[in-house]
Each structure stands twice: as C-alpha cells, then as structure tokens.
C-alpha cells in the first residue's frame, strides 16, 4: 500500500510531458538532442555524429528559427527539458507534395517506457496531417529497431519495402524498412 502511495505521490510531482512544435529560440534545444541521439545510437541515423556537429546551422535548426509550415520539428518536453524529437518535411515538388516524411525520431532512453515515443507521433501526425493536401506520410527505420517499428505498426504504418544493406560502415550492414501511413488510415485509427 505504502508503495502505490508514493508511485502516485511522484506521478502528481512529475512535470507533465508537452508534445508541440519547437518555437523560435529553441532550435539550440533541438541542436543539442539530435547531436546526442547521433552519439548514442549512430547505427540508427544516416548522418554521423562528426558530419553534423560540424556543421554551423542544421537544416531543421533553420526550419525550426524560419518557423516553416512544411518543414517542422515536434519536440517532446518533460517541465523544460526537451527530451524527445520528431522532425517532418513535406515533399516540395508538385507531383509528390501529397506526400510527407517523418526523420530523426528520438527519445532519451532514460525517459522510454512512459509511452513518451508514442505521444511524441501522434502529435507530428497531427500537426502533419493539418496541412491542406497531405495526403500520405513515409518514414524509415533499421530493420533491427524492433521497438521503433513495433511503435510505427501500432500507430498504423505499414511496411511498403526494405531496402537491403541501406546503411553501410566497415563490414557491418543495416537494412531499411519503408512505412506509410496515409490520412485515411490514420483518422479512421485516432
């Protein structure tokens, strides 16, 4: 009894988790957990921790500054701290702005297991799918991120494709599972 008293006590202390669009003023925030995720989990993510952090101003980190319509990143927050990160791009070209891509999905492993990924997609769906005309969004995962894809299905992305040895360093090889997720899908889960 005593035990469950004091879950409950800390879970009315904790501050509570704010998923949103990050604002002008915090693409240093951003800055700081995208470089972290590329040290923590490099295998997962395309670019490398060196490759970005030499880099002056990230392409989100513009986005973020610019606050662009199509172009966004969702940040996770627990009280101030950021914690976790979506981003998300809108095709640009005529044919395919129907289409939208998720990257850079992220969550401090100190904070998983609180449900704070799940959260943290359905917000940038949401804010996503309230652009006029997006009609579908994609996004990729290493095929041995067990976790993010589990996530990804129950959200009610599919599987469209793998794309075999997609990321490659040394002799090590990682394939890249392709998801979709199209509006109709998603409004008729949520």
Request: hydrophobic content about 40%; overall charge positive; proline content about 3%.
């Given at each position: 009894m005593q035990d469950f008293a004091a879950?409950?006590?800390?879970?009315?202390?904790?501050?509570?988790?704010?998923?949103?669009?990050?604002?002008?003023?915090?693409?240093?925030?951003y800055r700081a957990l995208r470089l972290e995720s590329l040290q923590?989990?490099?295998?997962?993510?395309?670019?490398?921790?060196?490759?970005?952090?030499?880099?002056?101003?990230?392409?989100?980190?513009?986005?973020?500054?610019?606050?662009?319509?199509?172009?966004?990143?969702?940040?996770a927050f627990c009280g101030e701290r950021l914690i976790g990160l979506a981003a998300f791009t809108r095709r640009e070209r005529r044919k395919t702005m129907h289409r939208g891509d998720i990257s850079q999905v992220y969550v401090d492993p100190v904070?998983?297991?609180?449900?704070?990924?799940?959260?943290?997609?359905?917000?940038?769906?949401a804010s996503a799918f309230e652009l006029s005309g997006l009609e579908q969004v994609e996004l990729s995962v290493v095929s041995t991120n067990t976790a993010a894809l589990r996530l990804y299905a129950t959200l009610g992305f599919e599987t469209y494709g793998v794309q075999q040895n997609y990321f490659k360093v040394g002799a090590n090889c990682w394939d890249m599972c392709l998801m979709q997720l199209t509006r109709e899908r998603h409004f008729a889960r949520n």
């Open positions: 879950t409950a006590e800390r879970a009315e202390r904790a501050p509570q988790l704010d998923c949103r669009k990050l604002r002008p003023g915090e693409s240093g925030l923590r989990f490099s295998n997962c993510f395309g670019v490398t921790f060196e490759e970005e952090a030499r880099l002056t101003t990230l392409a989100f980190e513009a986005a973020i500054e610019a606050r662009a319509a199509d172009r966004f990143v969702v940040g904070q998983r297991g609180r449900s704070i990924g799940q959260r943290l997609m359905l917000a940038t769906l």
